[in-house]
């Protein structure tokens, strides 16, 4: 089993900046790929950034240019920097661990919230 813990998220004034992260814990395979999630209060979850274990990574169009990921395998940790943030970046981010199995761990979620 894999467990991963978020932390990072907090209320933060539109146009400022917050950092995520998320440590990996337990059986961690040796390469896996790793991404960002959030979702709204009845919405569906969708794909905020994500990194391949190879170092692709991949940005929802909205997010681009102000959103980076980035990880550091010795720390099993993927990071979301985030900036320039905008009162519709409100929600609760989750990350995602998916082995190359297409096994797939979340973690529980951190809100954040963009006030106007």
């Known amino acids: 089993q894999v467990q991963l813990v978020e932390s990072g998220g907090g209320l933060v004034q539109a146009g400022g900046s917050l950092r995520l992260s998320c440590a990996a814990s337990?059986?961690?395979?040796?390469?896996?790929?790793m991404g960002w999630y959030r979702q709204a209060l009845g919405k569906e979850r969708e794909l905020v950034a994500r990194?391949?274990?190879?170092?692709?990574?991949q940005y929802a169009d909205s997010v681009k240019g102000r959103f980076t990921i980035s990880r550091d395998n010795a720390k099993n940790t993927v990071y979301l920097q985030m900036s320039s943030l905008k009162p519709e970046d409100t929600d609760v981010y989750y990350c995602?661990?998916?082995?190359?199995?297409?096994?797939?761990?979340w973690g529980q979620g951190t809100q954040v919230t963009v006030s106007s």
């Open positions: 990194m391949s274990s190879g170092g692709n990574t």
């Open positions: 995602r661990l998916a082995t190359l199995t297409s096994r797939y761990y």
């Open positions: 337990g059986s961690i395979p040796r390469l896996y790929h």
